[in-house]
């Protein structure tokens, strides 16, 4: 793959390849017959041979696009995020900064089995997770860069970084919900961000 990507190549691209409109649909059905079958199963019991099923693909041929759950699942997340709109230039550091974090909490909180299965899904080890893994945080990073705008230090853009990686495992782990985990990244960048007055 080219080390260059156009952001709208990026929605519509799985980790493997170009695509071309009929592929592109293909996996556009495979993902959305994802969202539909973690919904029914959890993580748990969903299979890419179910989803496969559901999108009305032979198996085979959405391995070809996707070697596992967990790559298929992490590419839901990273379309939800690549298709987020661009980050709101208005209000105050805070608020900029707490926005960014609130929609990328939010982009599966209402859909607490596809949010689970998310958060498992990104730990995964096999590459094509990976490579969508460092492709998500590049993203996440970006979004607060361009909120921090002329208070993009490292080491407040890395606390911020932690600070939602930490909520994701945290909500992950059942001690709070995917919902409640956007108001507490809320309160976090409050103690991260320098004071309003300095």
Known sequence: ???????????????????????????????????????????????????????????????????????????????????????????TLRERVVAVLREIALLVSDEPELAAACTTALLGTDPDVRELRVRIGVAIRDRLRAALREHDDPKILGALELAYTGALVHAGMGYTSYARMADRLAEMAELILPDPAD
């Open 1 to 91: 793959m080219s080390g260059h990507v156009s952001g709208n190549e990026l929605t519509t691209e799985p980790t493997r390849r170009r695509l071309t409109e009929r592929q592109a649909d293909t996996v556009r059905r495979l993902t959305d017959a994802a969202v539909a079958e973690v919904g029914e199963t959890g993580y748990e019991g969903l299979t890419v041979r179910n989803v496969a099923r559901r999108a009305g693909v032979a198996p085979a041929t959405a391995y070809t696009y996707f070697a596992s759950k967990n790559h298929l699942i992490t590419e839901v997340f990273w379309r939800r995020l690549s298709a987020l709109p661009q980050v709101d230039a208005d209000g």
